[in-house]
Nanobody, 117 residues
Framework: QVQLVESGGGLVQAGGSLRLSCEVS????????MYWYRQAPGKERELVAL????????NYADSVKGRFTISRDNAKNTVSLQMNNLKFEDTAVYYC??????????WGQGTQVSVSS
């Protein structure tokens, strides 16, 4: 079955960096775009970044442009999110996501990112 496992979260000071990873299994990874979302306390889940199946297309939320970089390794079935110059408002649970077929969205368990100001 489809599985997504995030790692790499933690506590960091403002201005610091973290690298999140999501290892996937159960589907043909190289055929699908991948997404990173986040959800802060009391807020709706929001899309942070996406990457096309081959890695040639990326897109970012305005709030993270120039600070976050999404990448993927199709040989290792892994998608990553490099987060630099972190801000307090980046504090959230970060989720890896894939959309397979019509209406089928799969999520990882999430990884907590906490940024101290």
């Amino acid at each position: 079955q489809v599985q997504l496992v995030e790692s790499g979260g933690g506590l960091v000071q403002a201005g610091g960096s973290l690298r999140l990873s999501c290892e996937v299994s159960g589907f043909t990874f190289s055929s699908y775009a991948m997404y990173w979302y986040r959800q802060a306390p009391g807020k709706e889940r929001e899309l942070v970044a996406l990457i096309g199946s081959s890695g040639g297309i990326t897109n970012y939320a305005d709030s993270v442009k120039g600070r976050f970089t999404i990448s993927r390794d199709n040989a290792k079935n892994t998608v990553s999110l490099q987060m630099n110059n972190l801000k307090f408002e980046d504090t959230a649970v970060y989720y890896c996501n894939v959309r397979i077929g019509v209406g089928n969205m799969y999520w990882g368990q999430g990884t907590q990112v906490s940024v101290s100001s």
